[in-house]
């Protein structure tokens, strides 16, 4: 299986936020941000896999910064890294104010998903090639962060988490 360069993944979306997409107050539901953002990650990570995917998890989302009706929701999505079956994904989301030409940047994510073959079952994904700095910055911290979400989901003993142990360890000796 032939491995595949991070650029191929990415993906952006743009969606105008509408009457239906706030709350109250008039800020976009973060459900609906949510949901958009899983789409576009997902389209990111098929792209990577030529494969479909489920969505296994979603890391903490914060949101920093409340996005207005009538502003312009941007999701960058690119993948990181690709493991057997999984790949994470890393979205960037942008507020844009189209008449006032801003663009602030809302929050970020990442999201990991799992190809399947016909059956549901995990299946081998192509690996990933990491091009620029940031890419290989962002795919060497990748195990951290999977090894993070392993433990929380109760499938890998904190024991058994090498990567974080190292990047602790690194700390508590510079100490
Ligand atoms: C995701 C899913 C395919 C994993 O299947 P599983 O039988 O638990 O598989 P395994 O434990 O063998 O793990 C398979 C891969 O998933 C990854 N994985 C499993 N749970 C995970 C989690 N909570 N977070 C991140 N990755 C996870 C494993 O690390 C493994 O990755 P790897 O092959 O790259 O090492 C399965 O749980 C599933 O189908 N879930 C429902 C998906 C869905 O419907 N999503 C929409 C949300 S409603």
């Known amino acids: 299986m032939e491995a595949k360069k991070a650029s191929e993944s990415y993906t952006e979306m743009n969606e105008l936020v509408l009457p239906n997409d706030t709350n109250t107050f008039g800020n ?5 941000l949510l949901y958009w953002m899983d789409i576009c990650a ?7 896999c030529s494969n479909v995917v489920v969505t296994a998890s979603v890391d903490n989302v ?7 009706l009538g502003e312009v929701v941007t999701i960058q ?6 493991f057997n079956s999984s790949v994470e994904v890393r979205m960037e989301i942008f507020a844009q104010h189209l008449p006032q030409g801003t663009k602030v940047k809302s929050n970020e994510a990442y999201y990991t998903f799992v190809a399947i073959d016909p059956d549901g079952k995990p299946k081998t994904v192509p ?6 700095e940031e890419e290989k ?4 911290e990748a195990l951290k962060r999977r090894e993070l ?15 974080i142990k ?6 508590i000796h510079k100490g």
Do not use: C, W
């Open 28 to 32: 976009l539901m973060g459900g609906r």
């Open 42 to 48: 997902a389209m990111a990570a098929q792209k990577h």
């Open 62 to 68: 914060s949101f920093k910064r409340s996005i207005k």
């Open 77 to 82: 999505a690119k993948v990181t890294r690709a």
């Open 127 to 132: 690996q990933l090639i990491p091009e620029t």
């Open 137 to 140: 910055k962002l795919y060497n």
């Open 149 to 163: 979400r392993l433990i929380l989901a109760g499938k890998l003993k904190p024991e058994d988490a090498t990567e």
């Open 166 to 171: 190292n990047f602790v360890n690194l700390f």
